[in-house]
Antibody, heavy 120, light 106 residues
């Protein structure tokens, strides 16, 4: 069964850092781009970042560029999101998702999400 | 690219037809997907590249459109279809989602 399991969400003060993880199973992880999408409480979906299957290409939303870093360890089937200089507006459920066809930038498998709360 | 979904809320009864709209601020060709999200759950891919149903998606869901105007149609609403629906474009960076349409029970 294809599965994604996020972890690492927590309560953190503004200016703090957090590292999210997403462990994948049931597919050839290195063959697929992976993405992070977030959802603030009661709001819609916001794309955050994406990384190619090899890890050689990354893209970011303007709202997180320079503060967040996406990476992956294909030997451990794990996706990461390093979040620095956190702000209140980063408060959200963070979902990781698998690319549908490898690099189609459409996402067919999603994790259950991990909650990040940024507050003093 | 800004995606504008309308209406924000659609109040319908089971068995009725639902028509959801997604308009792009510039052409995205056919590179548009639709997702369904139920409360407390992750999104589910319904339609990719404007009109292709994802694996396991019932035939009552259909997508159409190209360029800037897209439609998701649910031919006859089942109880499990009441949810929020999002469109997403993959034509240009950054990837963007629409604001969502909530389909609620009338």
């Amino acid at each position: 069964e294809v599965q994604l399991l996020e972890s690492g969400g927590d309560f953190v003060q503004p200016g703090g850092s957090l590292r999210l993880s997403c462990v994948a199973s049931g597919f050839t992880f290195s063959s697929y781009a992976m993405t992070w999408v977030r959802q603030a409480p009661g709001k819609g979906l916001e794309w955050v970042s994406i990384i190619s299957g090899s890890g050689g290409s990354t893209y970011y939303a303007d709202s997180v560029k320079g503060r967040f870093t996406i990476s992956r360890d294909n030997s451990k089937n794990t996706l990461f999101l390093q979040m620095n200089s956190l702000r209140g507006e980063d408060t959200a459920v963070y979902f990781c998702a698998k690319d549908f066809l490898g690099s189609s930038h459409t996402f067919d498998i999603w994790g259950q999400g991990t909650m990040v709360t940024v507050s003093s | 690219i800004v995606l504008t979904q309308s209406p924000a809320t659609l109040s319908l009864s089971p068995g009725e037809r639902a028509t959801l709209s997604c308009r792009a601020s510039q052409s995205v060709s056919i590179f548009l997907a639709w997702y369904q999200q139920k409360v407390g759950q992750a999104p589910r891919l319904l339609i990719y590249d404007a009109s292709n149903r994802a694996t396991g998606i019932p035939a009552r869901f259909s997508g159409s459109g190209s360029g800037t105007d897209f439609t998701l149609t649910i031919s006859s609403l089942e109880p499990e279809d009441f949810a929020v629906y999002y469109c997403q474009q993959r034509s240009n960076w950054p990837l963007t989602f629409g604001g969502g349409t909530k389909v609620e029970i009338k």
